[in-house]
């Protein structure tokens, strides 16, 4: 068996990617079938993350409540700070 023959032209005019690569530039890589990107940027079955992955959750470092926790010990540091400088300075 000979394998399927692929007719050039029709893959030229086959959509494109255009999904913006590390060089700034559009992909130009054809898109998969029925998708808008290609197989390397997300046109691919099951690409992605699930819907409600906490795997990605992964230490919290950046969440809002640590965030707030952080900037609450930054102000009792400096207010610390300030206290000690005007007890020296006396």
């Known amino acids: 068996m000979r394998p399927k023959q692929r007719d050039p032209l029709r893959l030229n005019q086959a959509p494109r990617c255009h999904a913006q690569t590390r060089r700034g530039t559009p992909c130009q890589q054809a898109a998969v079938g029925g998708r808008k990107r290609c197989r390397m940027h997300g046109g691919a079955e099951g690409s992605g993350s699930p819907t409600g992955n906490r795997k990605a959750f ?8 640590t965030i707030a926790k952080r900037r609450m ?7 610390c700070r300030d206290q000690l400088g005007a007890m020296c300075d006396v």
């Open 58 to 65: 992964k230490h919290g470092r950046y969440s809002a409540e």
């Open 73 to 79: 010990v930054a102000a009792l540091l400096r207010a």
